[in-house]
């Protein structure tokens, strides 16, 4: 049961006391609480919005695998905020070659208000039993004279609040406090964790009179530089989300002002209205390698849990945030909230369903920030258009002998790139199936990070890109 103790000057809870704590209240910390709850434990989700605000995330609206959500939230909850079900492909706009392409996206799509999306969130998570403290800011970590994680230190509305939990979820997003506030030298948890691994976005909801004719399309375009893309995402025919987004290891963008410049290009906007503004950052990286010490997991962006190539970040949190309750519950019911070890099953878990496939999906990042946009646009104009959703979305594909042949003729001029980009391919390969290899338990982990280094350092040296961790 949750317990309170002491008063705050502002007649609050001082002490809080959960088997769980959450911090974040969005899709992973969610989903994390409401498997928590669902199975009969305490959690307590702290949330620095207040709780008309919570939910609301900067985000693309864009949801793939969006009939696929685990069960302590289902997707019947989630579904009034599905305003667009009608989309079933890509449309990739290259100007530099005045082309569009129309990629089939596979999986079932859906555009979504996120907002809405959040508070149904919530309501699901509460309806299973979890506690929500909104307006409240975690500002600090605990931890025992052991380093185990014991609780979090937050500020709610002025007072300081004590959260002490069994575990500690960091379901905070990119860039969470709590990992810069926690000690973690000695657990096997990732701190190789820098802001070029990360994306800066910013979005726009914009209604326009006349309906849009790609209502059935989640467009994307390239920026002027090929680390960053811009996308129009149809909520509906006449309300668009729109937005960009750049590697931060990039020169920054004028976010506000280059997307202010393409919708004005564009005739579709004349007279649009912009109803609502966000911008924030997400990893663009390989998960996580570990996102477990002592006391405390990582879950969602707060530990790179997004398909490096699309930004694509809501099923990975929700899974996460499900996988890392189920072991937290089994390490309270097992007496072993202190060691590491017991939370282990979660990164396998995590490697297993999507993280190793987007560990191999960064390769692609990293050769991306090597090549010139030009050339690699172009080449994207010539690749046949299945192949290149197989390529987003599965980490590797094949090309028949026949399409090979077509590719080649149109793709004349772009050849070395394409040899660089086969051998990049293999690498990719080899890092996925390192990856399917993912040690049982810590005991293996370093001997699995050296070769995984070393199959990077090989990424390196033939895409001739600045090392990425
Ligand atoms: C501009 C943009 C566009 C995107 N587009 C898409 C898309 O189209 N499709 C897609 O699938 N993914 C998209 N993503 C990624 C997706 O939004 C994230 O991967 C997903 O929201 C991750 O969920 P999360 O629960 O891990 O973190 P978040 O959704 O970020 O939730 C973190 C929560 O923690 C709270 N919090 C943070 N710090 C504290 C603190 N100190 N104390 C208390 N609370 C705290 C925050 O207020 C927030 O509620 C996009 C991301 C961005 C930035």
Redesign the pocket.
């Known amino acids: 049961m949750t317990t309170n103790t002491g008063d705050s000057a502002g007649g609050g809870p001082r002490t809080v006391t959960a088997d769980i704590v959450v ?7 969610c989903y994390a609480a409401a498997t928590v709850a669902d199975a009969g434990y305490d959690a307590v989700v ?4 207040d709780e008309t605000e ?1 939910g609301h ?8 695998g969006a009939s696929d959500f685990p069960e302590a939230i289902p997707k019947s909850r989630l579904e009034p905020a599905f305003t667009n079900t009608g989309v079933d492909h890509g449309r990739f706009e290259i100007p530099q070659e005045d082309t569009v392409l129309e990629i089939p996206v596979p999986g079932e799509l859906a555009v979504i208000d996120r907002w809405e999306y959040g508070r149904c969130l919530i309501e699901g998570a509460n309806d299973s039993g979890a506690t929500f403290h909104y307006d ?4 600090d970590v605990l931890q025992d004279e052991t380093g185990r994680v014991t609780g979090v230190k ?1 500020m709610r509305k002025g007072d300081p609040v004590t959260y002490e939990a069994d575990i500690v979820i960091d ?4 860039l ?2 709590l990992q810069d506030k926690t000690d973690l030298e000695d657990a096997t948890f990732d701190t190789n964790v820098q802001y070029s691994q990360f994306c800066s ?3 726009e909801i914009i209604e326009v009179d006349e309906p849009v004719e790609w209502d059935d399309a989640l467009v994307f375009k390239p920026t002027e530089r090929s680390a960053g893309y811009l996308w129009y ?1 149809p909520r509906t025919d006449t309300e668009i989300n729109a ?1 960009l ?1 750049f590697q931060m290891n990039e020169e920054p963008m004028e976010l506000v002002d280059d997307l202010k410049r393409d919708l004005e290009d564009r005739s579709e906007f004349e007279g649009a209205t912009v109803k609502d503004k966000l ?4 990893p663009t990286r390989r998960p996580y390698d570990s996102a477990v010490a002592p006391g405390f997991m990582a ?4 530990a790179g849990h ?1 398909n490096p190539t699309t ?7 929700a899974y996460a945030g499900k996988y890392a309750a189920e072991q937290a519950i089994e390490a309270i019911e097992s007496g072993r909230t202190d060691d590491e070890a017991a939370l282990w099953e979660y990164n396998e878990r995590v490697m297993d369903h999507f993280g190793a496939r987007y560990a191999a999906l960064d390769v692609y990042n990293i050769f991306t920030t090597a090549y010139d946009v030009d050339d690699l646009m172009a080449l994207l104009a010539s690749l046949p258009g299945e192949k290149l959703a197989e390529a987003l979305y599965g980490g590797s594909t094949s090309i028949g002998l026949g399409l090979k042949i077509k590719t080649a003729i149109k793709s004349f001029g772009h050849w070395g790139t394409i040899y660089d980009l086969y051998q990049t391919k293999s690498l990719a390969d080899r890092l996925l199936a390192h990856y399917e290899d993912y040690p049982a338990d810590p005991s293996g982990f370093e001997a699995w990070q050296r070769e995984r280094n070393d199959i990077m350092d090989d990424i390196y040296e033939l895409t001739g890109a600045d090392p990425k961790y």
């Open positions: 911090v974040g209240a969005g899709t992973s910390g702290v949330e620095r919005k919570a995330i900067a985000c693309g609206d864009a949801l793939k409240t800011v975690v500002q937050a379901g905070a997003g990119a969470s406090i976005a910013y979005r995402f937005g987004g911008g924030a950052a997400l879950v969602g962006d707060a997004v930004g694509g970040g809501i099923a990975g949190a």
